[in-house]
């Protein structure tokens, strides 16, 4: 099959592998579409290991079922999710490929209605909102309760930013305070938002101290920058509260806790956690109760996923999720 592999620092080039072997809790998946994210240029440019399959976000069909998989795929079902790309330990575990091999319990079927381009912006998102909204942040999963309190989803308009508005809503959440580009100010509303500010005004923060009432306590920033950091703990309540930060930042306040997310995570219970978040977002999505990004689809197949690095290095995306169909141009 053909994969884009890494080579060195910045650098991959697509190269004839062979189909991974499948493993006794994977499912072999032939690849139809697939997303570019952040980390799969963050992780190319700054652990250049050579020979990884880059790529983490995908959708295919069923080819093979590993004997002790328990949740019950069978060859055909269409399927989505999260791949573990650039894995020093298992290097075939991307999914930039024709082909790629996954944890079973982290992808959901993917619904009549939804499209192949639309089901692969999915699995980053969902994988590192359970691990955000939840485990860092303890919001009650919909259906368990209401949280009634205020909540923060700095870059709404990010894949994952646009997952937890709707998620914060699910759980409860209000006011779901976003921020976001003036662009981008309706789709975040259209997903759940309350009120959206422009994480570009220097007043930024005050405005959304004064909205919450000096009443925020918790915090999800999907941009996870340092002038981010400063604007998610500077609106935090006098009485303090937590940020969950998609890599490692820091902020000043000693009375505002910090949580980061990581999805590729090796704890157990952290795969515990994610195997139950997954099939709650599976029930979603099949209700139509959750919306995934919007995607828009690039030329080339797997020769265009080079621009769509390049792309999101420069960033040059906002509001959508590039996507590529696999077999294109092979």
Same mark, same amino acid.
């Given at each position: 099959?053909?994969?884009?592999?890494?080579?060195?620092?910045?650098?991959?080039?697509?190269?004839?592998?062979?189909?991974?072997?499948?493993?006794?809790?994977?499912?072999?998946?032939?690849?139809?579409?697939?997303?570019?994210?952040?980390?799969?240029?963050?992780?190319?440019?700054?652990?250049?290991?050579?020979?990884?399959?880059?790529?983490?976000?995908?959708?295919?069909?069923?080819?093979?079922?590993?004997?002790?998989?328990?949740?019950?795929?069978?060859?055909? /079902?269409?399927?989505?999710?999260?791949? %573990?790309?650039?894995?020093?330990?298992?290097? &075939?575990?991307?999914?930039?490929? &024709?082909?790629?091999?996954?944890?079973?319990?982290?992808?959901?079927?993917?619904?009549?209605?939804? #499209?192949?381009?639309?089901?692969?912006?999915?699995?980053?998102?969902?994988?590192?909102?359970?691990?955000?909204?939840? $485990?860092?942040?303890?919001?009650?999963?919909?259906?368990?309760?209401?949280?009634?309190?205020?909540?923060?989803?700095?870059?709404?308009?990010?894949? #994952?930013?646009?997952?937890?508005?709707?998620?914060?809503?699910?759980?409860?959440?209000?006011?779901?305070?976003?921020?976001?580009?003036?662009?981008?100010?309706?789709?975040?509303?259209?997903?759940?938002? /309350?009120?959206?500010?422009?994480?570009?005004?220097?007043?930024?923060?005050?405005?959304?101290?004064?909205?919450?009432?000096?009443?925020?306590? %918790?915090?999800?920033?999907?941009?996870?920058?340092?002038?981010?950091?400063?604007?998610?703990?500077?609106?935090?309540?006098?009485?303090?509260?937590?940020?969950?930060?998609?890599?490692?930042?820091?902020?000043?306040?000693?009375?505002? $806790? #910090?949580?980061?997310?990581?999805?590729?995570?090796?704890?157990?219970?952290?795969?515990?956690?994610?195997?139950?978040?997954?099939?709650?977002?599976?029930?979603?999505?099949?209700?139509? #109760?959750?919306?995934?990004?919007?995607?828009?689809?690039?030329?080339?197949?797997?020769?265009?996923?080079?621009?769509?690095?390049?792309?999101?290095?420069?960033?040059?995306?906002?509001?959508?999720?590039?996507?590529?169909?696999?077999?294109?141009?092979?």
């Amino acid at each position: 099959m053909k994969a884009i592999k890494s080579k060195g620092p910045k650098e991959a080039e697509i190269q004839d592998v062979p189909i991974p072997t499948l493993r006794d809790d994977y499912v072999l998946v032939k690849v139809t579409a697939v997303a570019v994210n952040p980390t799969d240029w963050f992780t190319l440019d700054s652990f250049p290991h050579p020979g990884l399959t880059v790529g983490c976000d995908f959708a295919g069909v069923v080819e093979d079922v590993g004997p002790h998989v328990q949740k019950p795929w069978k060859k055909g /079902d269409r399927i989505a999710g999260f791949a %573990h790309g650039s894995n020093v330990v298992q290097p &075939e575990d991307g999914c930039f490929a &024709e082909y790629c091999i996954v944890k079973s319990e982290l992808a959901t079927k993917i619904p009549d209605r939804l #499209t192949d381009e639309e089901a692969c912006t999915l699995g980053v998102g969902i994988t590192t909102v359970g691990q955000g909204l939840y $485990q860092s942040l303890g919001l009650p999963l919909p259906g368990t309760g209401k949280a009634n309190f205020p909540i923060l989803i700095n870059g709404a308009s990010t894949a #994952t930013g646009s997952l937890a508005v709707q998620f914060a809503r699910l759980s409860g959440c209000s006011p779901i305070v976003a921020t976001a580009s003036p662009h981008n100010f309706d789709f975040v509303k259209s997903r759940g938002a /309350d009120v959206v500010f422009d994480y570009n005004d220097p007043d930024c923060a005050e405005k959304i101290k004064a909205f919450t009432q000096d009443s925020l306590a %918790h915090v999800f920033d999907c941009n996870s920058t340092q002038s981010s950091a400063a604007i998610c703990s500077a609106a935090i309540g006098s009485k303090g509260g937590v940020v969950s930060y998609l890599q490692a930042v820091k902020h000043d306040r000693e009375d505002v $806790q #910090t949580k980061v997310t990581l999805a590729y995570t090796a704890n157990p219970a952290d795969f515990e956690f994610a195997t139950s978040f997954w099939s709650l977002a599976e029930k979603l999505l099949a209700e139509g #109760t959750l919306q995934p990004h919007p995607a828009e689809l690039g030329e080339g197949g797997l020769k265009g996923i080079f621009q769509g690095l390049d792309a999101l290095r420069e960033k040059r995306v906002s509001g959508k999720k590039l996507v590529y169909r696999v077999e294109e141009n092979l």
